[in-house]
């Protein structure tokens, strides 16, 4: 561990490890507070896993929300986090009752405060929360993304970002019409306004970015551009310093070498989870996994939080939900709208069905798990030709030929030649799709409830009657695609309190700790309320973090030089 009684390098007022919307909201808002800030971040390329994702974030009571006439309140959000999430008495201190009144009072400020800086906000209104139903839940409106930033004003400094793909002006929003844009009137218009949203970003002369690149993009340029943060790459944080208990300080290793730096309001980790470490996957989740998260995303901030006794939670669970297995030398393909699109089903290896397929991604992934289903046991998607012609399905953009070359797809005129190719049960697969049938034809899904509720037929097609989600596995040629337990990153790490404070393996605050996003355990537990679950509370809790360290700052000033201000 680092001595304390060493030189510094030298001194900041708030240290913040890591890239993502959890850190940069952290170093954005200490900024914003008067603090002197520095971002390291361990890879090469900044976003963190942000900037992979689909850049919204749930933030119920948004001024948008408001403005349509959706009524919400503290209560009715409580009550739905009580009601697909448990209560906090069932899930444990991560999603303690102090933290999740904390998330609720302070996601419409973080809104505002956002907007405030120069963020402009756009809001998901058909995207429903993931469990409607539920006493609280409602149909669409708690779902925020920023509007497109032209990157062009980051100058060289997008270069550095961790770009998945080519700088388009797309919002998480408008996938639910995009992937049907064939097969839909308003599917077609949906993508037809995002086409012309991408020609009048071209014919502007801008480089317009959207979905999670958006979120990251926008970040970078309130701190780096308009409050003039400095960020700095491949300068990971290999360990704290502490004093009587406190952090004072850190280590980072940068281009230059090792350097200490001391902190006078506090270190903040922001660091992303441990998907990528594959040691830490076996002894936590006892699975290799097939993380979509940012490959640098290894768990040393977690590492290093242990090593100075902070208590962990939750490292058991991720952000799970299925995936179409990596071909050689590729990624894995995170796929949500396709399985729930008609003409589709998902069977096990004896071609059974497991899931109700329309169910959010944490669920589909925890049905997964729960029936055995793993890389080395994987499922199957099961689709009529209609699906292949009819709707966007994102694991064959990469490269069709490469998934049947490697047995990741499989396309069959039959059935019964899919069941042989796949290795199925035939007798077992055509009980399945004869039942499934069946419930196509009446519209009920009497095994698993498919296309009960709002969030399933968000992305189902209401063209097709009586159920937007159930269509009859019966026209040929048929495809299987391999598929496995995925994940959009780890939901354990850190115990951290209301105010992002780490907490010991004693329920103690570690003063000048913070930790947000996931590299701290969820306040939303084991499960997913809604479309931006991850980068809603990550937007909240570093805003909190960087506001409270500042609050620290401020109290250490005001203390007489013989006193330290003890942690609140």
């Known amino acids: 561990m680092a001595d304390a009684t060493k030189t510094w390098d030298e001194e900041v007022d708030l240290l913040v490890a890591g890239t993502g919307a959890a850190a940069m909201s952290a170093a954005v ?21 942000t900037a992979m994702s689909g850049g919204g974030a749930w933030l119920p009571q948004h001024t948008l929300q408001r403005e349509a006439g959706i009524a919400d309140s503290d209560e009715n959000v409580l009550t739905y986090l009580d009601a697909c999430v448990g209560t906090p008495e069932d899930v444990g201190p991560a999603s303690s009752l102090a933290r999740r009144k904390t998330f609720v009072k302070a996601a419409p400020e973080v809104y505002t405060f956002l907007e405030d800086l120069g963020m402009p906000w756009v809001m998901a209104r058909d995207y429903p929360d993931y469990y409607p139903d539920l006493p609280g839940g409602i149909a669409g409106g708690r779902t925020v993304e920023p509007k497109s930033l032209n990157v062009k004003k980051l100058g060289d400094w997008y270069d550095h970002a961790r770009e998945t793909m080519p700088p388009v002006p797309m919002r998480s929003g408008d996938f639910w019409l995009v992937s049907r844009a064939w097969s839909t009137p308003s599917g077609f218009v949906g993508g037809a306004k995002m086409v012309f949203r991408v020609l009048g970003s071209v014919l502007t002369g801008k480089k317009d970015t959207g979905l999670g690149m958006s979120m990251a993009a926008w970040l970078q340029y309130l701190a780096k551009v308009k409050q003039g943060t400095e960020v700095r790459l491949s300068t990971p944080v290999t360990d704290l310093v502490m004093e009587d208990g406190r952090v004072i300080g850190a280590v980072v290793n940068g281009p230059d070498g090792q350097r200490r730096i001391r902190t006078r309001a506090g270190v903040v980790f922001g ?77 096990d290896q004896t071609g059974k069905r497991f899931v109700n397929e329309s169910t959010s991604y944490v669920d589909f992934g925890h049905a997964m798990q729960s029936n055995g289903l793993d890389i080395t046991n994987p499922a199957w998607m099961i689709l009529d030709v209609r699906h292949r012609r009819r709707y966007l399905n994102n694991a064959f953009l990469t490269g069709a030929k490469a ?22 049960d035939k007798t077992v697969f055509k009980e399945t799709i004869q039942r499934f049938n069946g419930f196509a034809r009446k519209g009920v899904d009497e095994d698993f409830g498919r296309g009960k509720d709002a969030y399933d037929n968000y992305y189902g097609d209401p063209t097709v009657k009586p159920n937007p989600n159930l269509g009859q596995i019966a026209k040929g040629p048929f495809v299987a695609v391999k598929i496995v337990l995925g994940d959009l990153g780890t939901k354990g790490g850190l115990l951290t309190d209301e105010f992002a404070r780490v907490l010991d393996t004693e329920g103690k605050v570690i003063d000048g700790f913070y930790a947000t996003g996931n590299t701290s355990a969820s306040v939303m537990g084991r499960t997913y309320p809604g479309a931006g679950s991850t980068l809603g509370p990550a937007l909240v809790f570093g805003y909190i973090a960087g506001n409270d360290a500042a609050a620290r700052a401020a109290a250490m000033d005001k203390a007489p030089a013989s006193e330290t201000p003890v942690a609140r």
């Not at 800030?37 to 890879?43: G, T, Y």
């Not at 995936?323 to 590729?330: E, H, L, T, W, Y």
Request: proline share 5%; aromatic share 6%; charged share 20%.
């Open 29 to 49: 808002s200490g900024a914003a507070k008067g603090l002197t800030v520095l971002v390291v971040e361990s890879s090469d390329k900044w976003g963190g896993s």
């Open 271 to 347: 660091a992303g989870g441990f998907e990528s470490n594959k040691e830490m996957r076996q002894e936590y989740q006892g699975i290799d996994g097939a993380p979509s998260g940012s490959p640098s995303n290894d768990g040393s901030a977690i590492r290093i939080g242990m090593a100075h006794g902070a208590d962990v939670a939750l490292m058991d669970d991720a952000w799970w939900g299925p995936s179409v297995m990596a071909p050689a030398g590729g990624d894995p393909t995170f796929i949500v709208s396709e399985r729930s699109m008609p003409f589709s089903i998902c069977v």
């Open 403 to 424: 998934l049947y070359e490697q047995g990741i797809a499989v396309k069959a005129d039959t059935l019964e030649e899919l069941a042989e190719k796949t290795g199925m």
